[in-house]
């Protein structure tokens, strides 16, 4: 049995995180290049206090407008990223929506996506009580609650139509729903289009992200706003 979480209440059992667009699949793509690990940060200035940490391995992976903070590495790009070489390399991301989809005292948490379907699927259908959460809930990302469907559907083939589902139905092509999505549609204003194809391709990565470590760092201490949450994820195996 697995129910879909839309509203972002806390959950005890195992849950799976879906983040299509924009940070998911990248981190999903790094660690089956072989990154030793990919942490999740809610905004640039965390994201360097984490690079300071973990040294001359870190690889900063960011964006504003299409461009990479200055100091990063790059930006959050299947295109620039496929092929490059990440081997043992500690990621960081700077993902707000995804950091924030997570609550505090969530320890057992997977991520999947669509191009990492087949592998989730395979290794997530024997844990009981899943939940499946898109990314950005109580405002779900477009693209998430689609992926959520997808996988939903092929966990409970025989279950009744549910939301995630019946979204799914209406985009029968994953490349399609992702365009419409607003997420998809920066994108394409910024003539990144091809980023929505590598992103839709179903099974192409071998890897479950898990959730492995969270890091506080207090308000006080580093000056932010706020007491804020980084997300250390690992590839996963059964």
Not at 189 to 198: D, F, I, W
């Amino acid at each position: 049995m697995c129910r879909v979480d839309l509203c972002l209440t806390p959950t005890q059992g195992p849950l799976v995180l879906v983040e299509v667009l924009p940070a998911g699949s990248v981190l999903t793509l790094l660690l089956a290049q072989g990154a030793a690990e990919v942490w999740v940060a809610p905004g640039p200035k965390v994201a360097r206090l984490l690079a300071e940490s973990l040294g001359k391995e870190a690889f900063l992976l960011g964006e504003a407008e299409g461009f990479p903070p200055e100091g990063f590495h790059g930006r959050l790009s299947l295109v620039d990223l496929e092929g490059a070489r990440v081997e043992g390399k500690r990621a960081v991301l700077v993902a707000p929506i995804l950091n924030a989809s997570l609550l505090p005292g969530e320890e057992e948490v997977y991520l999947a996506n669509l191009r990492n379907a087949k592998a989730a699927l395979e290794l997530l259908r024997p844990l009981p009580q899943l939940t499946l959460r898109p990314a950005g809930a109580p405002k779900p990302l477009l693209s998430a609650v689609v992926a959520a469907g997808f996988l939903q559907r092929r966990l409970q083939p025989e279950a009744p139509p549910t939301l995630t589902t019946a979204l799914l139905k209406a985009f029968p092509d994953p490349q399609e729903a992702l365009f419409q999505s607003p997420e998809g549609q920066a994108l394409h204003k910024e003539g990144r289009t091809e980023e929505l194809a590598r992103a839709s391709l179903i099974g192409v990565d071998p890897v479950v992200p898990r959730l492995a470590e969270v890091r506080l760092f207090p308000q006080r201490e580093f000056g932010l706003s706020q007491d804020r949450y980084a997300q250390r994820f690992v590839a996963w195996s059964a």
